[in-house]
């Protein structure tokens, strides 16, 4: 199954570390996945938001570090908020 996070956009420069941050964090360990109101993409991928034991929100760790870019193609519940993460990180 493909699962696609969630608002977050690839950002090719960056990819690598994102690679390496997903690898190293959620590899062998348990995740939950929540879910909007839209549940798959056009090509039938699963969106979810996704969180670790510890109740890390993945999607947003991404977005607040720098590693990916934001995917403001459609409406989702935290859309704002990651904007928000976005423009601190500007900031």
């Known amino acids: 199954?493909?699962?696609?996070l969630i608002g977050v956009k690839e950002d090719r420069?960056?990819?690598?570390?994102?690679i390496e941050y997903l690898t190293d964090k959620i590899?062998?360990?348990?995740v939950y996945m929540?879910?909007?109101h839209l549940k798959y993409d056009e090509e039938n991928n699963m969106l979810c938001y996704l969180y670790l034991e510890n109740r890390t929100f993945v999607n947003?760790?991404?977005i607040?570090?720098?590693l990916v870019g934001i995917d403001n193609s459609y409406k989702y519940?935290?859309?704002d908020?990651?904007?928000?993460l976005s423009e601190q990180l500007d900031g």
């Open 27 to 30: 590899k062998g360990k348990r």
């Open 1 to 4: 199954m493909t699962v696609r």
């Open 13 to 18: 420069v960056m990819q690598e570390k994102a």
């Open 60 to 62: 947003a760790h991404l």
């Open 64 to 66: 607040r570090s720098g």
């Open 77 to 79: 519940k935290y859309i």
């Open 81 to 84: 908020k990651f904007f928000i």
């Open 34 to 36: 929540k879910y909007d």
